[in-house]
């Protein structure tokens, strides 16, 4: 236990200190170090480290690997070396990419615990101390500031213009204004505005505050709770990968037992012939190349996806985003661009003016009704961007050709708007001097920026920003065409009616004002900050993505949902979800944390199913969701940047976390990180998943043809000739230069089909479907017959002409089978016979080494073959191409069947 915190929102100051034995003047020392003792330190826990050699060794339990250690044993002791370095090879490689993988997915709570603050504030015998946090203990009285890191959840207890940055832990987009006071118990975590949460830190003003919570009794710990209760589950990929080789090792192992029954017990062979004839089918049989092919088409798609600006950290990721049918996304910085954008200017006596540009960017231009204005001819508007650029502390940064700001982003949103018209900051205080700053204040509601005094050629004036009720209640005139009018009561009514047009958007709208300033006032306080001179209102948001409406729409046609979980406002979701086309109709709805709360166990699983917008969320209902979800038998992928997003983010099948404005923790709990934040990658990332997913499919599905053709070969001659069609050199020979080499190129084909255009598939489906079995069972026999003609057209010249002609036949049928199998649906000529050039590459060294053991006087001598006359090639040649065209047909007949 490292707290006693509970509910600590809802109890009175003098309730909570009593509680913890604790006063406003702070522990002693000799109490302290007893709580310390009895509480333990203020740390996330950590579960006990996993030996790194243990997760290496982990890495080779998989009956894949069982099965190449197999295939390499086999191979060693035919003194087949370089089959078994190979093998061993790729065993090893795929091991340290596993190792890696996992070793790094074991950094979530190391990230976690990096947002405790090194030292804290404390009163300690009523004197203020700097101690090591770690050292905090409940009860401890913090004294925090501005840009203080939080060191632990805490109560308020006296405060001054406080304000804090919860949006990792909440999705607060805004920085919120905190008060004292009793609040109701029953409030999500966003509404706790008495309480202040370890790992936020202090955005403005100042504060004294009681420890109520320290370590894992605080909303980080139970974060690392969440995330530690998480299990680890086999992989998707992983699971059908696995399945895979067991149906492709039982078509191996079954080939080579009935060829050896046939063989030694009904055709009588010598034992070690057909042994070693067992062996070497065995070997060829055995997919030893299945798990480099599987790691490439990983890589590849990794990589592809990496162009896309989705970086993958967990290889098997690829894949399982072919089958996500379900998305579920945060909304600050993912769905919008995680900026605050003026977007809109209301001036009296004017139509209002609209500004372009996004993001942190000082370049957009001003719209009234329509056409672009000068700002600069426009007097009452210039004086509202003169304020905007002066009466803030902060600051516009431009790096790496990127900006970013430095402050309170309200604050910077209004520089922002002043540059974009071409007032320079800098520029603007040179000529205005700032004296005195009032900072922003939650009763009076003002500065929200702040109230400057500026001195201008000996003129004095206050600058405000600030609430729309609390302005206009301060003010006395407002400024139209130039002059000051009086300001009634109704004009403040229809001033505040005016500002609908922007909160129906769920904009923040912020006022303006000013007033002249006697020459005498050098310090400002609340009571000078009268009699203002109101000037206009400016309407705040944080706008949607560029593209993401499409984006939705995109991923709704390809029969994926999108649901959006945030810890933001209830009408600010939905007005975002309404916006970029989450949800449609003319009442969508939203549901916060309470109402779900509120629903029994049917009800809650109901809303889940069919709702798409959720806000107010905590992280443990983050989770939930996720959880009931995966219970429905959705496959999710989950987006988010925040502390609050982490459970989520590892319970996901597909964790996805933003890699410009993303967490540490949120990182480490996720498989794939988006470079550019942005939702857009999201979808594009899903369509490369499901190009990994067909081009497993395929380069397997070459694999199993091959190899079931070259089985049912061997058994079909041993049944029909008293020979071996082949000697287990060349078996194994023909397994080198046609799986070796095509297999790896069909790994690297590009997408043809709009794979968006199809819903995700089922989950339970394996690699090996009903869809591709029909079309390699077609093939497979077209090769098997191709084959035993062609040995009994040359069995009459010789067993050795019989062989020759049944190896090079059995390798061009499996190299005009590659064309095939780069698409299931598509003919060769529509996507482009050698638009993979890889594959052309490949194709053409296997074709040439064919050739170069059937001529060459080494390789005849080698592997036994003798030379076939130039109209005996071609036609074998021929022969080999019927797969290839009866492949073409399969397709068409199959294309018109369905269409």
Same mark, same amino acid.
């Given at each position: 236990?490292?707290?006693?915190?509970?509910?600590?929102?809802?109890?009175?100051?003098?309730?909570?200190?009593?509680?913890?034995?604790?006063?406003?003047?702070?522990?002693?020392?000799?109490?302290?170090?007893?709580?310390?003792?009895?509480?333990?330190?203020?740390?996330?826990?950590?579960? !006990?480290?996993?030996?790194?050699?243990?997760?290496?060794?982990?890495?080779?339990?998989?009956?894949?690997?069982?099965?190449? +250690?197999?295939?390499?044993?086999?191979?060693?002791?035919?003194?087949?070396?370089?089959?078994?370095?190979?093998?061993?090879?790729?065993?090893?490689?795929?091991?340290?990419?596993?190792?890696?993988?996992?070793?790094?997915?074991?950094?979530?709570?190391?990230?976690?615990?990096?947002?405790?603050?090194? /030292?804290?504030?404390?009163?300690?015998?009523?004197?203020?101390?700097?101690?090591?946090?770690?050292?905090?203990?409940?009860?401890?009285?913090?004294?925090?500031?501005?840009?203080?890191?939080?060191?632990?959840?805490?109560? %308020?207890?006296?405060?001054?213009?406080?304000?804090?940055?919860?949006?990792?832990?909440?999705?607060?987009?805004?920085?919120? *204004?905190?008060?004292?006071?009793?609040?109701?118990?029953?409030?999500?975590?966003?509404?706790?505005?008495?309480?202040?949460?370890?790992?936020?830190?202090?955005?403005?003003?100042?504060?004294?505050?009681?420890?109520?919570?320290? *370590?894992?009794?605080?909303?980080?710990?139970?974060?690392?709770?969440?995330?530690?209760?998480?299990?680890?589950?086999?992989?998707?990929?992983?699971?059908?990968?696995?399945?895979?080789?067991?149906?492709?090792?039982?078509?191996?192992?079954?080939?080579?037992?009935?060829?050896?029954?046939?063989?030694?017990?009904?055709?009588?062979?010598?034992?070690?012939?057909?042994?070693?004839?067992?062996?070497?089918?065995?070997?060829?049989?055995?997919?030893?190349?299945?798990?480099?092919?599987?790691?490439?088409?990983?890589?590849?798609?990794?990589?592809?996806?990496?162009?896309?600006?989705?970086?993958?950290?967990?290889?098997?990721?690829?894949?399982?985003?072919?089958?996500?049918?379900?998305?579920?996304?945060?909304?600050?910085?993912?769905?919008?661009?995680?900026?605050?954008?003026?977007?809109?200017?209301?001036?009296?006596?004017?139509?209002?003016?609209?500004?372009?540009?996004?993001?942190?960017?000082?370049?957009?231009?001003?719209?009234?009704?329509?056409?672009?204005?000068?700002?600069?001819?426009?007097?009452?508007?210039?004086?509202?961007?003169?304020?905007?650029?002066?009466?803030?502390?902060?600051?516009?940064?431009?790096?790496?050709?990127?900006?970013?700001?430095?402050?309170?982003?309200?604050?910077? +949103?209004?520089?922002?708007?002043?540059?974009?018209?071409?007032?320079?900051?800098?520029? #603007?205080?040179?000529?205005?001097?700032?004296?005195?700053? #009032?900072?922003?204040?939650?009763?009076?509601?003002?500065?929200?920026?702040?109230?400057?005094?500026?001195?201008?050629?000996?003129?004095?004036?206050?600058?405000?920003?600030?609430?729309?009720?609390?302005?206009?209640?301060?003010?006395?005139?407002?400024?139209?065409?130039?002059?000051?009018?009086?300001?009634?009561?109704?004009?403040?009514?229809?001033?505040?009616?005016?500002?609908?047009?922007?909160?129906?958007?769920?904009?923040?709208?912020?006022?303006?004002? /000013?007033?002249?300033?006697?020459?005498?006032?050098?310090?400002?306080?609340?009571?000078?900050?009268?009699?203002?001179?109101?000037?206009?209102?400016?309407?705040?948001?944080?706008?949607?993505?560029?593209?993401?409406?499409?984006?939705?729409?995109?991923?709704?046609?390809?029969?994926?949902?999108?649901?959006?979980?945030?810890?933001?406002?209830?009408?600010?979701?939905?007005?975002?979800?309404?916006?970029?086309?989450?949800?449609?109709?003319?009442?969508?709805?939203?549901?916060?944390?309470?109402?779900?709360?509120?629903?029994?166990?049917?009800?809650?699983?109901?809303?889940?199913?069919?709702?798409?917008?959720?806000?107010?969320?905590?992280?443990?209902?983050?989770?939930?969701?996720?959880?009931? %979800?995966?219970?429905?038998?959705?496959?999710?992928?989950?987006?988010?940047?925040?502390?609050?997003?982490?459970?989520?983010?590892? !319970?996901?099948?597909? *964790?996805?976390?933003?890699?410009?404005?993303?967490?540490?923790? +949120?990182?480490?709990?996720?498989?794939?990180?988006?470079?550019?934040?942005?939702?857009?990658?999201?979808?594009? +990332?899903?369509?490369?998943?499901?190009?990994?997913?067909?081009?497993?499919?395929?380069?397997?599905?070459?694999?199993?043809?091959?190899?079931?053709?070259?089985?049912?070969?061997?058994?079909?001659?041993?049944?029909?000739?008293? /020979?071996?069609?082949?000697?287990?050199?060349?078996? %194994?020979? #023909?397994? #080198?230069?046609?799986?070796?080499?095509?297999?790896?190129?069909?790994?690297?084909?590009?997408?043809?089909?709009?794979?968006?255009?199809?819903?995700?598939?089922?989950?339970?489906?394996?690699?090996?479907?009903?869809?591709?079995?029909?079309?390699?069972?077609?093939?497979?026999?077209?090769?098997?017959?191709?084959?035993?003609?062609?040995?009994?057209?040359?069995?009459?010249?010789?067993?050795?002409?019989?062989?020759?002609?049944?190896?090079?036949?059995?390798?061009?049928?499996?190299?005009?089978?590659?064309?095939?199998?780069?698409?299931?649906?598509?003919?060769?000529?529509?996507?482009?016979?050698?638009?993979?050039?890889?594959?052309?590459?490949?194709?053409?060294?296997?074709?040439?080494?064919?050739?170069?053991?059937?001529?060459?006087?080494?390789?005849?001598?080698?592997?036994?073959?003798?030379?076939?006359?130039?109209?005996?090639?071609?036609?074998?040649?021929?022969?080999?191409?019927?797969?290839?065209?009866?492949?073409?047909?399969?397709?068409?007949?199959?294309?018109? /069947?369905?269409?």
């Amino acid at each position: 236990m490292r707290g006693i915190k509970n509910n600590f929102h809802a109890k009175s100051i003098e309730k909570i200190l009593k509680k913890l034995k604790s006063s406003k003047k702070g522990l002693s020392k000799q109490e302290a170090e007893k709580r310390l003792k009895k509480f333990g330190f203020n740390e996330v826990s950590e579960k !006990k480290k996993v030996n790194p050699f243990f997760i290496f060794l982990k890495q080779f339990n998989s009956f894949l690997v069982y099965i190449l +250690a197999a295939a390499a044993l086999i191979s060693f002791f035919i003194k087949h070396y370089v089959d078994f370095y190979v093998i061993l090879f790729v065993i090893l490689v795929n091991a340290i990419i596993g190792f890696s993988q996992e070793y790094r997915a074991e950094k979530s709570i190391r990230a976690l615990k990096k947002m405790v603050v090194t /030292y804290a504030k404390v009163y300690r015998d009523e004197e203020l101390l700097k101690i090591p946090a770690k050292e905090v203990v409940p009860g401890d009285i913090l004294f925090l500031e501005e840009g203080d890191k939080i060191p632990a959840d805490a109560r %308020l207890l006296e405060l001054k213009n406080f304000q804090t940055m919860e949006s990792s832990l909440t999705g607060e987009s805004f920085p919120v *204004g905190k008060k004292l006071g009793v609040l109701p118990e029953k409030i999500s975590l966003g509404d706790k505005k008495n309480c202040v949460f370890m790992g936020t830190f202090v955005a403005s003003g100042n504060c004294k505050a009681v420890v109520v919570g320290t *370590g894992s009794k605080t909303e980080i710990g139970k974060i690392a709770k969440d995330i530690e209760s998480i299990k680890k589950v086999k992989s998707h990929f992983r699971e059908k990968s696995d399945f895979l080789a067991k149906q492709m090792s039982l078509i191996a192992v079954a080939g080579a037992l009935i060829a050896f029954l046939i063989g030694y017990f009904i055709r009588g062979f010598n034992f070690v012939d057909i042994f070693m004839f067992m062996i070497a089918s065995l070997v060829s049989g055995i997919p030893e190349g299945l798990l480099a092919v599987l790691t490439i088409v990983l890589a590849v798609g990794a990589y592809r996806m990496s162009k896309k600006n989705a970086i993958i950290r967990n290889l098997p990721a690829t894949e399982t985003l072919g089958i996500v049918n379900t998305i579920i996304t945060d909304k600050t910085g993912t769905l919008t661009e995680n900026t605050m954008n003026i977007e809109k200017v209301i001036l009296p006596g004017q139509s209002s003016v609209k500004i372009s540009g996004s993001g942190w960017s000082p370049n957009g231009d001003f719209f009234q009704e329509d056409k672009k204005i000068n700002p600069h001819e426009n007097l009452q508007l210039l004086k509202f961007l003169e304020i905007s650029g002066l009466c803030n502390n902060a600051k516009i940064l431009k790096e790496k050709g990127k900006y970013g700001i430095l402050g309170d982003p309200t604050e910077a +949103a209004f520089v922002v708007l002043s540059e974009k018209a071409g007032l320079r900051k800098s520029t #603007l205080e040179k000529k205005q001097k700032k004296i005195d700053d #009032l900072p922003f204040n939650p009763e009076f509601k003002y500065r929200a920026s702040l109230s400057t005094l500026v001195e201008n050629k000996n003129k004095k004036q206050i600058y405000v920003i600030g609430a729309p009720e609390s302005v206009l209640e301060h003010s006395k005139y407002f400024l139209e065409d130039g002059k000051e009018r009086e300001l009634g009561n109704s004009e403040k009514r229809n001033f505040l009616s005016g500002i609908d047009s922007l909160t129906s958007k769920s904009m923040r709208v912020l006022a303006i004002a /000013y007033k002249d300033a006697s020459h005498n006032v050098d310090n400002l306080s609340e009571e000078i900050v009268n009699e203002l001179i109101f000037v206009g209102f400016a309407g705040i948001r944080d706008p949607p993505r560029k593209g993401i409406k499409e984006s939705i729409e995109k991923a709704r046609q390809a029969g994926i949902r999108v649901i959006m979980v945030t810890g933001d406002h209830k009408g600010t979701a939905l007005s975002i979800a309404k916006e970029i086309g989450l949800v449609k109709g003319k009442n969508p709805k939203a549901y916060t944390e309470n109402d779900l709360r509120s629903f029994s166990k049917e009800g809650f699983s109901k809303i889940i199913c069919k709702e798409n917008v959720f806000a107010r969320l905590t992280p443990n209902m983050k989770l939930k969701i996720a959880a009931e %979800l995966q219970n429905q038998g959705q496959v999710i992928a989950m987006t988010g940047d925040g502390v609050n997003d982490a459970p989520a983010l590892k !319970k996901a099948d597909v *964790g996805i976390s933003m890699g410009v404005v993303g967490t540490d923790v +949120a990182r480490e709990s996720s498989e794939i990180i988006l470079s550019d934040d942005n939702f857009v990658s999201i979808v594009d +990332a899903i369509e490369e998943g499901r190009i990994v997913f067909t081009n497993t499919r395929q380069a397997s599905g070459f694999l199993v043809a091959t190899n079931f053709a070259e089985d049912a070969t061997i058994i079909a001659s041993l049944i029909f000739f008293p /020979y071996l069609i082949l000697l287990p050199t060349q078996i %194994l020979w #023909l397994n #080198l230069v046609t799986d070796g080499v095509t297999d790896v190129a069909l790994a690297l084909e590009k997408g043809h089909d709009d794979v968006l255009d199809e819903p995700p598939r089922n989950s339970k489906e394996n690699i090996l479907s009903k869809e591709i079995l029909p079309f390699l069972i077609f093939i497979s026999v077209i090769m098997v017959f191709a084959t035993i003609f062609v040995f009994n057209y040359f069995l009459g010249e010789g067993l050795d002409k019989a062989r020759t002609g049944a190896f090079v036949v059995m390798s061009f049928t499996q190299l005009f089978n590659v064309f095939n199998m780069r698409s299931l649906k598509s003919s060769v000529f529509k996507i482009g016979i050698f638009s993979n050039k890889f594959l052309s590459l490949a194709v053409g060294v296997s074709f040439l080494l064919t050739l170069g053991v059937v001529y060459l006087p080494l390789g005849q001598g080698i592997f036994g073959f003798v030379d076939l006359g130039f109209i005996e090639f071609v036609s074998i040649f021929l022969i080999s191409s019927l797969v290839f065209i009866f492949g073409e047909g399969y397709k068409f007949v199959r294309g018109r /069947y369905k269409n």
